[in-house]
Nanobody, 124 residues
Framework: VQLQASGGGLVQAGGSLRVSCAASGRTFSFYDMGWFRQAPGKERLFVAAISASGGSTYYADSVKGRFTISRDNAKNTMYLQMNSLKTEDTAVYSC??????????????????WGQGTQVTVSS
């Protein structure tokens, strides 16, 4: 499966941005998906995840109430709507396909296909 994240950019603190992840190569609707982010010099961290049907969602505490993950299986696309952005949200945001063998949602090792990331920069 090929994943391509897009929609990143520069936004002021308090603003909003939506990033997208377009998938191809496999039946998108079969797979759980997730978003991770990596700030310069730091480890990659879990942001949010969504089940294959879209019926279940999971969030890191740091983004809960501000970010919303969603998907459109007809368009083979997943989204991350980011509101009330903070400077600490600055990072490269990457999307990933969760392994069918995974036993948790937030571990990086639970995901086995990754796309190129998109840079999100939040200025003060």
């Amino acid at each position: 499966v090929q994943l391509q994240a897009s929609g990143g950019g520069l936004v002021q603190a308090g603003g909003s941005l939506r990033v997208s992840c377009a998938a191809s190569g496999r039946t998108f609707s079969f797979y759980d998906m997730g978003w991770f982010r990596q700030a310069p010099g730091k480890e990659r961290l879990f942001v949010a995840a969504i089940s294959a049907s879209g019926g279940s969602t999971y969030y890191a505490d740091s983004v809960k109430g501000r970010f919303t993950i969603s998907r459109d299986n007809a368009k083979n696309t997943m989204y991350l709507q980011m509101n009330s952005l903070k400077t600490e949200d600055t990072a490269v945001y990457s999307c990933a396909v969760r392994s069918i063998w995974a036993n948790n949602w937030s571990s990086e090792t639970s995901y086995d296909y990754w796309g190129q990331g998109t840079q999100v920069t939040v200025s003060s």
